[in-house]
């Protein structure tokens, strides 16, 4: 999140939506995000619904990156943040969440 922050992809009062994983329910990373200024979205127990778009997204990445065994880390956050900025969409309205 800080990264992202850092880099100027996150606004005011954004929204980070996680699942209730122990490391998205902490103590830590919800103090971190009220000093982001990011507001947390999180699922419902048991509800697969509200991660189709997401799980959507990474499907589409392993198909196009496939699974690659990299030589090293650097590499492979290269390749993944090099396909994110080339599909990411900064002007149309997101079908799924208007």
Same mark, same amino acid.
């Given at each position: 999140?800080?990264?992202?922050?850092?880099?100027?992809?996150?606004?005011?009062?954004?929204?980070?939506?996680?699942?209730?994983?122990?490391?998205?329910?902490?103590?830590?990373?919800?103090?971190?995000? #009220?000093?982001?200024?990011? =507001? &947390?979205?999180?699922?419902?127990?048991?509800?697969?619904? $509200? %991660?189709?778009?997401?799980?959507?997204?990474?499907?589409?990445?392993?198909?196009?990156?496939?699974?690659?065994?990299?030589? #090293?880390?650097?590499?492979? =956050? &290269?390749?993944?943040?090099?396909?994110?900025?080339?599909? $990411? %969409?900064?002007?149309?309205?997101?079908?799924?969440?208007?």
């Amino acid at each position: 999140m800080r990264i992202a922050h850092a880099d100027g992809h996150t606004a005011g009062n954004a929204i980070s939506h996680t699942d209730r994983g122990s490391q998205y329910t902490s103590v830590q990373f919800r103090e971190t995000l #009220a000093e982001l200024d990011v =507001r &947390q979205s999180t699922g419902r127990t048991g509800s697969c619904f $509200d %991660n189709a778009a997401a799980e959507s997204c990474f499907v589409v990445l392993k198909s196009e990156i496939g699974t690659t065994a990299w030589p #090293a880390r650097k590499q492979a =956050r &290269q390749d993944v943040f090099g396909w994110i900025a080339q599909h $990411d %969409n900064r002007q149309r309205i997101h079908s799924t969440i208007g």
